[in-house]
């Protein structure tokens, strides 16, 4: 196996480790006949703070899952393989996040479901994209447009038995973290003449700085030499002042 074959099994490792945890929690949960929805995320709960860690690993049948699965592979697979630097920690991040701002603002009814990662890891390959201006971070955003442009519509409320607060809260935690983390990994190159442009710009600025002090200090004496200039009042009084009675 070639080294570049390697490592793109290995970017798609992760991901597929945690698509298949998610299936053994829905196999045990049918199998034995459990129900782990009230392990979800009730908002304003004080004692379901544990949801905020357990509500994506949770599905309501196997439509959900299978339809999640699908966009943790992809997105999970282009996030390690563009990313892999901060893959675990994006991750991590927009999991966290987005489940504190759903527990805090929410529908108070249980949400389940990873979807919110989803739109997180979709949000942030687009806007990472959008932020750093470099061409491979750009045929990302337009790749993820093209494959879940349609993902908008799950953020319409009216739309029934979808947490469209998750989805929401999840895609502001990506934004979020492309933002955050715009400075990092891959970045536009930067060319010889855009150098040669900036320190020329940068040594105008330095000389036409330079040439406003000396002007000023030139000026300064001169102005200092002025003779100043005073006014003085000379009062004559007028003759019939000595005529005016009380």
Known sequence: MRKEEKLLLQNFIAPLLFVMLLWIIKGVEINFHLQFSKYGLLPRNIDALTGIITFPLLHGDWQHLISNSAGLLVLGFLLFTFHREIAYRVVIQIWLLHGVWLWLGGRTTYHIGASGIIYGLAAFLFFTGVFKKEKSTMTISLLVVFLYGSMVWGLMPFLQGISWEGHLYGGAAGLLMAWYYRKTGIQKPIYDWEKE??????????????????????????????????????????????????
């Open 197 to 246: 442009e900036e320190d020329y710009e940068e040594e105008y600025w330095k000389v036409s700085e330079e040439i406003s002090i000396e002007n000023d200090s030139e000026q300064k004496p001169i102005e200092e030499n002025k003779p100043s200039a005073s006014v003085h009042y000379i009062y004559k009084p007028n003759s019939t002042d000595n005529d005016v009675k009380n």
